[in-house]
């Protein structure tokens, strides 16, 4: 499920180095310890050394999870005792995050790596000390400096943690628990650091760009290093992007002292909510579950064309609720798709390009989006569900066009399915069974519903436990089911395959897995509980699931999962389940902590500096103000700052950076969309950097599993995840796509039509429909998908949605249109600099008899000269306000909507567009026009 970033970024090099030595390169089929070892390196540290200090390891990380379950839980404010506030957790949680990342993260020795170590302190101590204002003692920055460096050079041995280690570890810890040994007293003096807040923000800093390069690679310590230089180097700038400069106090205090750098919304967020969720995953996965979805998948769709291929993509789109890395998910499912893949046809480089691509498509799917739909609710500031409704049906039509994509890719090369275990009913009957099936599930779910709403109120406080009562009926019947079914067993990919396994048996075996799901989603979209709190829930769940699995199945069955047949010995490895989850969740945190702080740091220089502003300048003249380059432009800054960072920083990053661009330089331009939108526009791009060569390390992870070559790889995974590439830009333009302010039947309407729209895409941009595609053909199909996403694009041309009006007709023009209709207006202002800006203003019509009461209602009052309009007052928190209107502001245009026909009138054209491209492709459909032999070699021919 969960919480993705889990730190995919030792580096590029690391991947390369890890392929080679591990034979990837050129052969694949890796063993099972050194995959393992693959994850390891860049997701949970890859340092466990035998004796106390790995204990010690371990140790600490169980007491880190022990400590999130206890703030997340309601037992502090029952018992009174613990409780802590955000900033209080927030330096604990960072402290667990840098003790771990030193002690299980050991540096990478290559010469670009030590490079990178020396001189980022070293740069950083000449910033302190430029920063430095008279009367600050600096001779002790150059002393701290010396220390970290020596440190570093000293070595980071893998197999044991040396006492150099043990300090950087030890003192990184005590910076970040700073803010909590003395909260009281740094409240009274935020703004006027004293000696002592000097040196350990400048340690803290130092040692935390170190632990980022150790547990995330070096692309987030250069960008968050090349932000702090930005800070104090402002004057020296180019003048566009030029400021006054920040002194060292005013970034110690700005940075670590408060809640504006470091310590900011990103770290509390990785506090309240991610740690909870990638906990929720480890413990589902250690339970069984990660080997359930697969096993799942294959039994379901293992026997279409290209089948194991689309098992993929279904199966990593449910690990996904249990493993929020992409290269976790890579590897995880990967060891038995890939195989399986290339032994149906699928070259090693396409096998590895379709597993990344359904990996790495898993960080923009609801509920958790690799952590970044938590960020949202913050940054956006809209309900956690309103975020989840909106990435909903872009995510999906994603992942149902990579599944017609692999299908095109099959019917390509002419491949067949894996055998069936079983002979299928006929088709009539194997469809009224699924929808036999569907129904159920809508009976369940109305009674499910209708049974809470009764208990709720029956019983009171005391509903809790009726409705954990019910829910332990639930799970020992369905634990009861599975018994009835053999253990499921993954099977070795190498071997020949004989038979899928059955569908029916498969998925009874693991029905159990569900319940904690269920409460996670319901808490989250039915009770409305907070991220945090909903995770709590859903973990304690799956706690008492793993410690009660093993025993309850040998009673029901007779033996566990693994054969044992004792009780006692089965309560036991019960607990080392729930033990190791515990220690295994941590660990796949430890990324995700130090991302969020480091990201920090950039937020912080941003607020600090203003360096948004600038960029949206930069921006503006490189696009020369058209709305398209800037779009343009915005994605491929997305991309560029993406690459190498996990999903969490990534979006930190680039929201912090280009969603104000895209907002200012949009309005400006006459696009006027919902903030989430633009959110979502960022974030997709960015996350896309994660396939993208050269940096791409899903793309590396894949080809150390297939054996193919990983630039090629990642070429073709890009490919394959145009369509993720394409969905932004659309969504900018018809937020009906985001279901933004569209009702059920009308989110029906439009789910079905973009999912068609999307694989008719798929088939342009694949070459592939029916049968090959001629060129016109595929620009028609691609002609035809525009025009079903964006239907308004063609019908505006015809009768355009807006008539311009001068602006002494603004009262009439919201008196002549129906309220709830969109009204804009063109103005002329100053922006918070005092510069003079032109901009776009939406306005919803309020109610009201005429145009005078209308204004009122927005808050607005005018003063007319001739043909002048000026906004002589704007109310506080009204509509007016919200939409960016103020004082002494002049209306140039009103643009008041105009009558038009449907705009989805244009479907019809289309679908007979459609429809000629479709009889031309029949016309040609033979026993396989351009249909390779079914060979890896035909298949990279087709």
């Known amino acids: 499920m969960s919480e993705e970033d889990k730190k995919h970024q030792s580096g590029k090099d690391q991947f390369e180095a890890s392929a080679v030595e591990m034979g990837g390169a050129g052969h694949g089929n890796l063993s099972q310890s050194e995959l393992d070892e693959l994850v390891a390196s860049s997701d949970t540290g890859a340092r466990t050394p035998p004796g106390a200090v790995g204990k010690i390891i371990l140790i600490v990380a169980l007491c880190w999870s022990l400590f999130q379950?206890?703030?997340?839980?309601?037992?502090?404010?029952?018992?009174?005792?613990?409780?802590?506030?955000?900033?209080?957790?927030?330096?604990?949680?960072?402290?667990?995050?840098?003790?771990?990342?030193?002690?299980?993260?050991?540096?990478?020795?290559?010469?670009?790596?030590?490079?990178?170590?020396?001189?980022?302190?070293?740069?950083?101590?000449?910033?302190?000390?430029?920063?430095?204002?008279?009367?600050?003692?600096?001779?002790?920055?150059?002393?701290?400096?010396?220390?970290?460096?020596?440190?570093?050079?000293?070595?980071?041995?893998?197999?044991?943690?040396?006492?150099?280690?043990?300090?950087?570890?030890?003192?990184?810890?005590?910076?970040?628990?700073?803010?909590?040994?003395?909260?009281?007293?740094?409240?009274?003096?935020?703004?006027?650091?004293?000696?002592?807040?000097?040196?350990?923000?400048?340690?803290?800093?130092?040692?935390?760009?170190?632990?980022?390069?150790?547990?995330?690679?070096?692309?987030?310590?250069?960008?968050?290093?090349?932000?702090?230089?930005?800070?104090?180097?402002?004057?020296?700038?180019?003048?566009?992007?030029?400021?006054?400069?920040?002194?060292?106090?005013?970034?110690?205090?700005?940075?670590?002292?408060?809640?504006?750098?470091?310590?900011?919304?990103?770290?509390?967020?990785?506090?309240?909510?991610?740690?909870?969720?990638?906990?929720?995953?480890?413990?589902?996965?250690?339970?069984?579950?990660?080997?359930?979805?697969?096993?799942?998948?294959?039994?379901?769709?293992?026997?279409?064309?290209?089948?194991?291929?689309?098992?993929?993509?279904?199966?990593?789109?449910?690990?996904?609720?249990?493993?929020?890395?992409?290269?976790?998910?890579?590897?995880?499912?990967?060891?038995?798709?890939?195989?399986?893949?290339?032994?149906?046809?699928?070259?090693?480089?396409?096998?590895?390009?379709?597993?990344?691509?359904?990996?790495?498509?898993?960080?923009?799917?609801?509920?958790?989006?690799?952590?970044?739909?938590?960020?949202?609710?913050?940054?956006?500031?809209?309900?956690?569900?309103?975020?989840?409704k909106h990435a909903f049906v872009p995510a999906t039509i994603s992942y149902i066009a990579l599944v017609y994509i692999v299908h095109l890719e099959a019917m390509k090369a002419n491949m067949q399915g894996l055998p069936r275990a079983y002979e299928p009913g006929p088709l009539m009957r194997r469809m009224i069974g699924f929808l036999f099936g569907i129904v159920m599930v809508g009976v369940l779910a109305f009674l499910l519903k209708f049974t809470m709403g009764w208990i709720r109120p029956t019983f009171g406080a005391s509903s809790i436990y009726v409705v954990f009562a019910l829910l332990t009926a639930a799970y020992v019947g369905l634990l009861w089911v599975a018994s009835r079914e053999e253990p499921?067993?993954?099977?070795?990919?190498?071997?020949?395959?004989?038979?899928?396994?059955?569908?029916?048996?498969?998925?009874?075996?693991?029905?159990?897995?569900?319940?904690?799901?269920?409460?996670?989603?319901?808490?989250?979209?039915?009770?409305?509980?907070?991220?945090?709190?909903?995770?709590?829930?859903?973990?304690?769940?799956?706690?008492?699931?793993?410690?009660?699995?093993?025993?309850?199945?040998?009673?029901?069955?007779?033996?566990?999962?693994?054969?044992?047949?004792?009780?006692?010995?089965?309560?036991?490895?019960?607990?080392?389940?729930?033990?190791?989850?515990?220690i295994s969740g941590a660990r796949n945190m430890i990324g995700i902590g130090i991302a969020t702080a480091t990201a920090g740091i950039i937020v912080g220089a941003v607020s600090q500096t203003g360096v948004g502003s600038a960029l949206a300048d930069v921006v503006e003249v490189l696009s020369g103000g058209n709305l398209m380059a800037i779009l343009l432009l915005t994605a491929v800054l997305s991309l560029i700052?993406?690459?190498?960072?996990?999903?969490?920083?990534?979006?930190?990053?680039?929201?912090?950076?280009?969603?104000?661009?895209?907002?200012?330089?949009?309005?400006?331009?006459?696009?006027?969309?919902?903030?989430?939108?633009?959110?979502?526009?960022?974030?997709?791009?960015?996350?896309?950097?994660?396939?993208?060569?050269?940096?791409?390390?899903?793309?590396?992870?894949?080809?150390?599993?297939?054996?193919?070559?990983?630039?090629?790889?990642?070429?073709?995974?890009?490919?394959?995840?145009?369509?993720?590439?394409?969905?932004?830009?659309?969504?900018?333009?018809?937020?009906?796509?985001?279901?933004?302010?569209?009702?059920?039947?009308?989110?029906?309407?439009?789910?079905?039509?973009?999912?068609?729209a999307m694989l008719l895409f798929a088939a342009a941009t694949q070459g592939w429909f029916i049968v090959r595609n001629k060129v016109w053909e595929s620009v028609l199909l691609l002609g035809v998908a525009f025009a079903i996403f964006r239907p308004g694009f063609f019908m505006d041309m015809v009768y355009p949605p807006y008539t311009d009006l001068p602006p002494a007709q603004f009262a009439q023009a919201l008196e002549d249109s129906e309220p709830g209709s969109p009204l804009r207006l063109r103005i002329a202002g100053l922006n918070e600099l005092g510069d003079p800006i032109e901009f776009s203003a939406l306005l919803e019509v309020p109610e009201g008899e005429t145009g005078a009461d209308r204004l009122a209602a927005l808050g607005i009052d005018t003063i007319q000269n001739g043909d002048e309009v000026i906004i002589d007052n704007v109310a506080f928190d009204s509509p007016a306000k919200a939409a960016g209107l103020d004082w002494d502001q002049k209306v140039l245009l009103v643009r008041a909507p105009a009558p038009a026909p449907s705009k989805y009138l244009i479907y019809i054209p289309a679908m007979l567009v459609l429809a000629f491209v479709i009889w031309m492709q029949r016309r040609r459909a033979g026993p396989g026009e351009g249909s390779a032999p079914k060979t890896k070699e035909g298949l990279s021919h087709a």
């Open 69 to 388: 379950l206890w703030i997340a839980s309601p037992i502090p404010f029952m018992v009174g005792f613990g409780v802590l506030n955000d900033t209080e957790t927030r330096s604990i949680h960072l402290a667990f995050a840098l003790f771990l990342a030193y002690m299980a993260y050991p540096a990478e020795r290559s010469p670009f790596q030590i490079g990178l170590s020396v001189a980022v302190p070293v740069l950083m101590t000449v910033m302190f000390m430029m920063g430095a204002k008279t009367g600050v003692p600096v001779w002790w920055v150059p002393l701290i400096g010396v220390v970290v460096v020596a440190a570093i050079l000293m070595g980071s041995p893998k197999n044991w943690v040396p006492p150099w280690e043990w300090g950087l570890a030890l003192v990184a810890a005590a910076s970040a628990l700073y803010i909590y040994i003395f909260y009281d007293s740094i409240g009274t003096r935020v703004g006027a650091p004293i000696m002592q807040d000097y040196v350990v923000s400048v340690i803290g800093i130092m040692l935390l760009l170190e632990a980022t390069r150790r547990s995330l690679g070096p692309a987030l310590m250069i960008v968050a290093s090349i932000f702090l230089v930005y800070t104090f180097l402002g004057p020296y700038m180019p003048d566009i992007i030029s400021h006054k400069g920040n002194s060292l106090a005013e970034v110690v205090n700005h940075q670590w002292i408060t809640t504006e750098g470091v310590f900011g919304i990103a770290l509390g967020v990785s506090t309240s909510f991610v740690f909870l969720f990638v906990l929720f995953g480890a413990l589902l996965d250690k339970a069984g579950a990660g080997n359930y979805f697969i096993q799942v998948a294959f039994s379901l769709m293992g026997h279409m064309r290209g089948g194991p291929a689309k098992a993929a993509v279904v199966s990593s789109a449910m690990t996904g609720l249990i493993s929020g890395s992409s290269i976790a998910n890579v590897v995880t499912t990967g060891t038995f798709t890939i195989p399986l893949m290339k032994k149906v046809g699928f070259s090693s480089e396409k096998a590895g390009a379709v597993e990344v691509a359904s990996s790495v498509n898993g960080q923009i799917m609801p509920p958790v989006m690799g952590a970044a739909a938590f960020l949202m609710v913050e940054y956006v500031g809209i309900p956690y569900f309103d975020v989840v």
């Open 488 to 582: 499921l067993e993954l099977d070795d990919p190498n071997e020949p395959v004989t038979a899928l396994p059955l569908p029916g048996p498969t998925v009874r075996s693991g029905l159990h897995f569900l319940l904690p799901v269920i409460v996670l989603v319901w808490a989250l979209m039915v009770d409305r509980l907070s991220p945090g709190l909903s995770a709590f829930w859903a973990t304690a769940y799956m706690i008492f699931i793993l410690l009660t699995q093993r025993p309850l199945m040998v009673m029901l069955r007779g033996a566990d999962r693994t054969g044992n047949d004792n009780i006692g010995a089965a309560m036991r490895a019960g607990l080392d389940d729930l033990v190791d989850g515990l």
């Open 641 to 756: 700052l993406g690459m190498g960072l996990p999903t969490t920083a990534n979006y930190i990053v680039v929201s912090a950076l280009l969603a104000p661009v895209i907002v200012t330089l949009g309005q400006q331009n006459g696009l006027i969309v919902p903030l989430i939108a633009v959110h979502l526009f960022v974030f997709y791009f960015g996350i896309m950097a994660d396939v993208t060569p050269p940096v791409g390390l899903a793309s590396f992870a894949a080809a150390a599993v297939s054996g193919g070559d990983p630039i090629r790889t990642g070429v073709v995974a890009f490919f394959y995840s145009l369509r993720t590439a394409a969905l932004p830009f659309l969504f900018i333009f018809n937020t009906d796509l985001l279901l933004i302010n569209v009702d059920w039947i009308h989110g029906i309407f439009v789910f079905v039509t973009a999912t068609l």
